[in-house]
Nanobody, 127 residues
C-alpha cells in the first residue's frame, strides 16, 4: 500500500498563491492516476485536478481551470498543485490521492475511483 503525505497548505488572502506537495512512499505500487481533491465543511469531497502518470495528461475541474496546475516530479515521487488567483471559495481541506488501475478518463476527478489517500492539508483563503 502506498502512503501519501500532503504539505504546503496555509492561510492566504484572495488573489494569493500556494503550492501543495504530496510525497508518495511505500511498497511497490504502480500508480496510474494521481489527483488532488478538496472538501469544504458541509460539502462533499470534489475533484480539483488529476494527472495520468504515463502520459502526463491532466484534468481540471471547471472551477479551477486557468488558476491551478497539477504536476508530478517522477524522480522525487512527488505530486504538486500550484494554486494561483485563490478565492475564498477555494477554502477547504485538500487531499492527495492515487489509483493503481487504469480508468476511463471521464472518471479521473471522481473521488470514488481512488484507493489511496493522504491525511489532507488545510487551505484557507480570506477575502
Amino acid at each position: 500500500q502506498v502512503q501519501l503525505a500532503e504539505s504546503g497548505g496555509g492561510s492566504v488572502q484572495a488573489g494569493g498563491s500556494l503550492r501543495l506537495s504530496c510525497g508518495a512512499s511505500g511498497s511497490s505500487y504502480t500508480t496510474y492516476y494521481m489527483g488532488w481533491f478538496r472538501q469544504a465543511p458541509g460539502k462533499e469531497r470534489e475533484g480539483v485536478a488529476a494527472i495520468y502518470i504515463k502520459t502526463g495528461t491532466t484534468y481540471y475541474a471547471d472551477s479551477v481551470k486557468g488558476r491551478f496546475t497539477i504536476s508530478r516530479d517522477n524522480a522525487k515521487n512527488t505530486l504538486y498543485l500550484q494554486m494561483n488567483g485563490l478565492k475564498p471559495e477555494d477554502t477547504a481541506m485538500y487531499y492527495c490521492a492515487a489509483r493503481r488501475l487504469g480508468l476511463w478518463a471521464a472518471y479521473a476527478l471522481k473521488p470514488d475511483m481512488y484507493d489511496a489517500w493522504g491525511q489532507g492539508t488545510q487551505v484557507t483563503v480570506s477575502s
